[in-house]
């Protein structure tokens, strides 16, 4: 199901009833770009700790923003043995823009030609896309409201009101009291804005909201003046307003609350956005404790678990093929390959939600939601057979969980100098290939963009320097550290060995030059200031 700004209002009670029943939500977000263009020295890399890695990524964060979401709800079917069902929506979104609120957000060239490649509806997003705003921009609105500071300020919306205001003030001239036009196609902010400018320029006319379009009803001035002060207007609109500002934010927080378990892949990303549109700015330090909105909000708590962590890290125990992505991973876990595939949880789409029974739509963020969620049942139910055998014919989700305990709370990290940031604990020590150092000989002035290019037809490396003369290496792959050491051990003009801290810091050997001059002199001193025997 694809929601957009029109629908929203209308599904999102069946969207809470289904996120209040289920057992666990399928996550995953596009946006209109990844990796903001920072300078050399501010790209990530393998070598980045992960405070290190969230102040970059913060940076593409705020300049990007969300165009789609995709939740699938995953719960399990009563009466029915280890069978689920999956309600997978769409929601297109879009910044709220109201009064001085005005978002900016940059696009990608790479990013829109992935996303065109994979049949994205740019019209969906850009025209019908559903508002939203985070804690500290409801602040301002309520300021500028309680204030009375509030006014139309888009020259979009000015027009469109200026029309509207023609077209009711020539149907007054002609209408009898009691007398009705319907104002159809505004919704949201647009319906409040020309019910409050209507009602504020004409003293006989009475206005009210309705789906998709405002009523406009002729009255006499005593019968404006009644329903003035037997309606609680004024609260009403500047409830409306807030309501369709906050727009997804509403059900976000809803999804927060809810405490579901939450499941995507490689999601580090998804979780700093979700902060930053729905919740609170990113703050300027190194990666929150206990701040993202989806792990921690009010007091509460939300688990989550990365398939990045929890599928590719037993790939090697499980014995499955090397795969490089969630539709692959989600391939070989529904074939033959699976030796718990015929016993498995079976896994239904709901009716009305069943776009992807016969269609595969990757990088769709509800049909990726989708394989994340059935990804993590198939996962689960390996690593509970592996533990209990087959004596767990009809497990539950609770005993999924269990089974999933050891990657609850653990997100993966692309490039950087962990594998994985663990929101209940300590980081886990990097598994990545040692580093390098390479020492140059008889080439002055050589850059980290000249090293690199020399290695990229062999193997793809992250370059640091360390001296003038001096590289660190650092590749994620073991054979490719171990092929660089051997094709390089006889070079003319490159020296590749293993990096050691105590050998090759320039700390330390600044350090041992300033002990060996301070002990030089020392004995200098010694010796000089001995008396003549």
């Given amino acids: 199901m694809d929601v957009s700004a029109e629908d929203f209002e209308r599904v999102l009670p069946l969207l809470q009833e289904l996120v209040l029943k289920a057992d666990f939500v399928g996550l995953d977000i596009e946006f209109?770009?990844?990796?903001?263009?920072?300078?050399?020295?501010?790209?990530?890399?393998?070598f980045d700790l992960p405070a290190e890695w969230y102040l970059k990524t913060r940076?593409?964060?705020?300049?990007?923003?969300?165009?789609?979401?995709?939740?699938?709800?995953?719960?399990?079917?009563?009466?029915e043995s280890n069978k689920y069902v999956a309600h997978s929506c769409n929601f297109f979104l879009f910044p709220t823009t109201f009064g001085t609120l005005d978002s900016e957000f940059s696009f990608q060239a790479s990013s829109v030609q992935f996303l065109n490649h994979y049949g994205f509806d740019y019209n969906k997003f850009l025209k019908s896309g559903i508002p939203y705003i985070n804690e500290e921009e409801e602040k301002k609105i309520k300021r500028n409201i309680l204030s009375g500071n509030w006014r139309?300020?888009?020259?979009?919306?000015?027009?469109?009101?200026?029309?509207?205001i023609d077209k009711v003030t020539r149907w007054l001239h002609l209408a009898k009291e009691g007398d009705c036009l319907t104002l159809?196609?505004?919704?949201?902010?647009?319906?409040t804005e020309v019910q409050l400018v209507l009602q504020q320029a004409l003293p006989n006319?009475?206005?009210?909201?309705?789906?998709?379009?405002?009523?406009?009803?002729?009255?006499?001035?005593?019968?404006?003046?009644?329903?003035?002060?037997?309606?609680?207007?004024?609260?009403?609109?500047?409830?409306?307003?807030?309501?369709?500002a906050k727009g997804f934010s509403v059900f976000f927080q809803m999804l927060v609350k809810a405490q579901k378990p939450l499941v995507g892949h490689n999601m580090m990303v998804d979780l700093l956005h979700l902060h930053q549109k729905f919740f609170r700015p990113l703050p300027v330090i190194s990666v929150p404790d206990g701040e993202m909105g989806l792990q921690q909000e009010q007091g509460e708590r939300a688990e989550e678990s990365d398939l990045k962590v929890a599928a590719f890290g037993e790939e090697e125990e499980l014995n499955f093929p090397r795969v490089f992505s969630l539709s692959e991973v989600y391939e070989v876990l529904n074939s033959d390959l699976n030796p718990t595939n015929g016993s498995g949880p079976v896994i239904v789409h709901a009716s009305r939600f069943d776009k992807y029974v016969d269609t595969k739509c990757p990088h769709e963020a509800a049909y990726d939601a989708f394989l994340?969620?059935?990804?993590?049942?198939?996962?689960?139910?390996?690593?509970?057979?592996?533990?209990?055998?087959?004596?767990?014919?009809?497990p539950t989700f609770h005993q999924y969980l269990d089974a999933l305990a050891p990657y609850l709370n653990q997100v993966n990290l692309i490039r950087a100098g962990v594998p994985r940031v663990n929101f209940s604990g300590p980081d886990y020590p990097s598994i990545r290939p040692p580093i390098l150092i390479l020492s140059a000989r008889k080439w002055p002035g050589l850059s980290e963009p000249q090293v690199y290019?020399?290695?990229?037809?062999?193997?793809?490396?992250?370059?640091?320097?360390?001296?003038?003369s001096q590289f660190l290496l650092l590749t994620n792959k073991f054979k490719d550290a171990r092929s660089v050491l051997r094709e390089y051990r006889h070079h003319p003009d490159f020296q590749v060995s293993l990096y050691r801290y105590?050998?090759?810091?320039?700390?330390?050997?600044?350090?041992?030059?300033?002990?060996?001059?301070?002990?030089t002199w020392a004995l200098v001193a010694f010796v000089l200031g001995r008396p003549n025997s």
């Fill in 372 to 394: 994340c969620g059935s990804v993590l049942l198939k996962v689960a139910h390996l690593l509970l057979q592996r533990v209990h055998g087959h004596a767990t014919l009809e």
């Fill in 152 to 164: 139309v300020r888009s020259s979009l919306d000015k027009d469109q009101i200026k029309v509207v």
């Fill in 184 to 191: 159809s196609g505004i919704t949201g902010f647009q319906a």
């Fill in 453 to 468: 290019r020399e290695f990229q037809n062999l193997c793809k490396f992250d370059v640091r320097r360390l001296t003038r």
């Fill in 32 to 46: 209109t770009g990844l990796r903001s263009n920072l300078s050399e020295a501010q790209q990530i890399s393998l």
């Fill in 502 to 519: 105590w050998k090759h810091s320039p700390n330390i050997n600044c350090l041992l030059q300033v002990c060996g001059i301070v002990t």
């Fill in 205 to 244: 006319v009475w206005l009210v909201l309705k789906d998709h379009e405002v009523m406009v009803k002729k009255v006499s001035q005593q019968q404006r003046w009644y329903l003035e002060n037997t309606c609680d207007q004024e609260s009403s609109w500047k409830e409306k307003i807030l309501l369709s």
């Fill in 59 to 79: 940076t593409s964060v705020q300049q990007f923003t969300i165009c789609q979401i995709g939740l699938s709800v995953f719960s399990s079917v009563s009466g």
